[in-house]
């Protein structure tokens, strides 16, 4: 069944820490995308990718990095992790299509707790 | 730039009851509006959307939309709720202009079906 996964879906872990969320999606889609997600705030797009060897920057500024070296994989790696980087973070990946109209579709989130 | 205000962050409700959720949004160019539910610890789900054509727009487990572009509006509406509406639910907008297509979202807006 074509689906998109995220793991772990809870973390919690100690400050200056190296942590990498991991994303992937069988939807066999181009487009992916890491929102972070805090409570009574809109989602924020921190990173997208069109494809392999794409990453950009999204609206909201984010000490994370990604990559896309496999058209399904998209982790997200905070070098050094701090208690500001408690949040839920959302993958999700969508048709490239050229237009802005198509789905995107979510996985079920990590949620990070950084002491 | 385009943003998307949701009204109301909780919307309390009894079961069996209508309910309308409100969003607007502000854009300079066309845009695409969507209406997506999020249940308790899990990613987002479409409920429905707005491309073109028909200005009601139905959606998944009885929910409708109206585009209103004079008043830039987009709520959402269910003639009767059920506990299992308990979630919470967000706007979004996208373009084909400068954001590459990629959706700006709304706060959120929580609703909470009483027996």
């Known amino acids: 069944e074509a689906d998109i996964y995220q793991t772990p879906r809870y973390l919690v872990i100690g400050t200056g820490k190296k942590i990498t969320l991991e994303c992937s999606q069988t939807m066999g889609h181009d487009k992916m995308y890491w929102y972070q997600q805090d409570p009574g705030m809109e989602l924020h797009l921190i990173h997208y990718?069109?494809?392999?060897?794409?990453?950009e920057k999204g609206d909201l500024s984010s000490e994370s990095t990604v990559s896309r070296i496999r058209t399904e994989h998209f982790p997200l790696t905070l070098e050094s992790a701090r208690p500001s980087h408690t949040s839920q973070y959302l993958c999700?990946?969508?048709?490239?299509?050229?237009?802005?109209?198509?789905?995107?579709?979510f996985g079920p989130g990590t949620r990070l707790t950084v002491l | 730039a385009q943003s998307v205000t949701q009204l109301d962050s909780q919307v309390p409700v009894f079961e069996e009851a209508p309910v309308e959720l409100r969003c607007n949004y502000s854009s300079s160019v066309s845009v695409y509006l969507f209406w997506y539910v999020q249940y308790p610890n899990q990613g987002l789900q479409l409920l429905l959307k707005?491309?073109?054509?028909?200005?009601l727009v139905k959606g998944i487990n009885g929910f409708e939309a109206e585009f209103n572009k004079s008043q830039t509006s987009f709520h959402l509406r269910k003639p009767s709720v059920h506990i299992s509406d308990t979630a919470e639910y967000f706007c979004?907008?996208?373009?084909?202009?400068?954001?590459?297509?990629?959706?700006?979202f709304g706060k959120g807006t929580k609703l909470s079906v009483k027996p």
């Open positions: 990718s069109y494809g392999v060897n794409s990453t």
């Open positions: 707005y491309l073109s054509g028909s200005t």
């Open positions: 999700a990946s969508s048709d490239l299509g050229g237009s802005a109209y198509n789905e995107q579709f």
């Open positions: 979004a907008v996208s373009s084909d202009g400068g954001s590459q297509g990629n959706l700006i």
